[in-house]
Each structure stands twice: as C-alpha cells, then as structure tokens.
T-cell receptor, first 115, second 116 residues
C-alpha cells in the first residue's frame, strides 16, 4: 500500500526566510510524485510533477526535488501570499507497469509566512 | 478556460436520505476522479473513470456509495441512506489522458456534505 508522510505539519516563516518542506513516500513503483497548493476553501492547485530520482522543477520561489524515498519543496525568500497548505501525492504502478490512476496524498504542511 | 465544476457546493441532508453529487470535468479530459477530504487531511481516493468506464472503485467505503459517468463526461457520485460519518468535502478531479503516464489531475471546488 502506498504511503505518503509530510513534515512538518505546520511551518511559520518570516517573509524572506527560506525553508524546505519534506515528503517521504513508500510505493511499489513510482509513476509520478505531485505537489499541490491548497488555499482555504478551495480545491488543490497543481504545482509540479516529478518522475524520477534526481529530477528538479522550479516555479517562481518554489523548487521541487526528488530522491528515491522523498521529495523536498524548497521555498526561497517566501512572501505572505505563499501562505497555504502544500500537499504531496504519489501515483504508483503495479508489477506489470500499469499505472494506478489514483493519487495517494499526504496530510499536508500548513505554511504561514508573516510580513 | 473553464475548470472542473461541482454542484451543489453545499448539501445538508438528514440521515437516511440519498444524495447525488455532480461533477463536470474540464472539456476534453478523459479521466475523472472522485476523492473525499476530511478537515486537515489530504484528499482520499474513492473511484475513477476513463471515458465512461469505471476503472477502479477500491476506495468506495461501502456499497452505499456508487458513481457513474454514462456518456464519458459528467459524473455523479451517489450516496444512499446517508449517515453522519459521510459528512465531508467531496472533490472531483479530471486529467487530460488516461494514467499510462503520470499526468496532473485538476481539482474542482468540492461539495461540502453535511448529514444531520
């Protein structure tokens, strides 16, 4: 069974204070690892997909990296508008290589950036 | 373009009643997914469709829950004889292609179900 654990549960930063969020995962075979941002009262908003260990993707102040057991979401010089819950999810494959469509999510990290 | 839409946005019902939740995916998206999200948690998978075919219903909690997508577009999640434990946010997502390769799922705003 796929498992995803995110840490910390909550993170408070001052504006400009860089940090990282962690996503540890266990899957039978990784098809893709996804990062989403979720604002209060809204659905998750897609940020990145990572497919293989060593891959990195960037978008504005966010950079996602992937190893064989975990992913990091690095936030550089955050601003108050980066405050949100960040969700990590995995999509796995079975032994035959067929992808399971479902995403298995972690519980999220609540990020608060103070001005 | 228009995103995933869900209706109703809020549904309050009495225990024992049936409810139907609707999802309208992004136009042209082949795959459609249903998730349930508890407060403070990530979404939990319920079921998904490629076109009109239900591919995986392993996440449906019990046989009171069912879903259909008869024409490969709009989907309905039905909960029969609702119970208080069914209260949650129900989210729908769609993706452009079937999951042969990982492709992103785009989420709707959700339906908040409250069972009294």
């Amino acid at each position: 069974e796929d498992q995803v654990t995110q840490s910390p549960e909550a993170l408070r930063l001052q504006e400009g204070e860089s940090s990282s969020l962690n996503c540890s995962y266990t899957v039978s075979g990784l098809r893709g690892l996804f990062w989403y941002r979720q604002d209060p009262g809204k659905g998750p908003e897609f940020l990145f997909t990572l497919y293989s260990a060593g891959e990195e993707k960037e978008k504005e102040r966010l950079k996602a990296t992937l190893t064989k057991k975990e992913s990091f979401l690095h936030i550089t010089a955050p601003k108050p508008e980066d405050s949100a819950t960040y969700l990590c999810a995995v999509q796995s494959t079975n032994a035959g290589g067929t992808s399971y469509g479902k995403l298995t999510f972690g519980q999220g990290t609540i990020l608060t950036v103070h001005p | 373009g228009a995103g995933v839409s869900q209706s109703p946005r809020y549904k309050v019902t009495k225990r024992g009643q049936d409810v139907a939740l609707r999802c309208d995916p992004i136009s042209g998206h082949v795959s459609l997914y249903w998730y349930r999200q508890a407060l403070g948690q990530g979404p939990e998978f319920l079921t998904y469709f490629n076109y009109e075919a239900q591919q995986d219903k392993s996440g449906l909690p019990n046989d009171r829950f069912s879903a259909e997508r008869p024409e490969g577009s709009i989907s309905t999640l039905t909960i029969q004889r609702t119970e208080q434990r069914d209260s949650a946010m129900y989210r729908c997502a769609s993706s452009l292609a079937p999951p042969r390769a990982a492709n992103e799922q785009f989420f709707g705003p959700g339906t908040r179900l409250t069972v009294l």
